[in-house]
């Protein structure tokens, strides 16, 4: 993964898990699911694992996302 700047504004596009307790058909099985989702926040790191990014920050606190870096499909840096 591309190293990015500490607080470099990113929009990150990740594959979520998908769940449907209905009843499918063969064919619904075998469509694909829908379930990429974006992000947009702050990045703050990367480690061999997930991708660590904040929605707000607070002077030198911040909340926390953390996005497994299997289900990373993009990262682009939002202007």
């Known amino acids: 993964m591309r190293k990015y700047k500490q607080n470099q504004r990113i929009e990150v596009l990740w594959l979520d898990t998908v769940q449907d307790s209905r009843w499918q058909s063969k064919e619904q099985m075998d469509s694909s699911p829908e379930g990429l989702c974006a992000t947009i926040g ?38």
Do not use: Q
């Open 42 to 79: 702050y990045y703050y790191k990367h480690d061999k694992e997930y991708l660590y990014m904040s929605h707000t920050i607070s002077g030198k606190d911040r909340d926390k996302t953390a996005i497994p870096l299997g289900t990373i499909k993009k990262v682009r840096i939002v202007k």
